[in-house]
């Protein structure tokens, strides 16, 4: 089905060009590789029921200046981050009520990362 192709590096310049080297002294160059994906559900543990349309925020651990990734809970309350690097990353979770959630240090670097159950806790107003 075309997944192994011989020929010389010039006839596949287009895709060398876009593709990615595990062994960088091999000549054997991998087009498409899966990425990592970081994935979670948010609940409110005080009901027992998932957080429908929570912000989930995602940024490369200590480094300001990385690509901010967004998403929004779906009706399960679950969230995915699909196709990023192996990297370590810093999320936050919010929704209108609650106290926001930050979690350090998910790390996608040699597995995809499920950070299981996010809990909220709502806001209590004082006075």
Known sequence: MGGLRFGDEAEFADEIAKAE???????????????????????????????????????EEGNP???????TTDEFGDFWFRKVEGKKYHLWVEADGYVTRELADVDATAADANVGRVCLYKMIPLG
Request: proline share 7%; glycine share 4%; net charge negative.
């Open 21 to 59: 080297k595990l062994d960088p002294k091999s000549n054997v160059y991998y087009l498409n590789l899966p990425k990592r994906w970081v994935a979670g559900q948010v609940i409110d543990p005080m009901v027992d029921e998932v957080i429908i349309g929570a912000t989930v925020t995602m940024q």
């Open 65 to 71: 200046e990385a690509e901010v990734f967004k998403t």
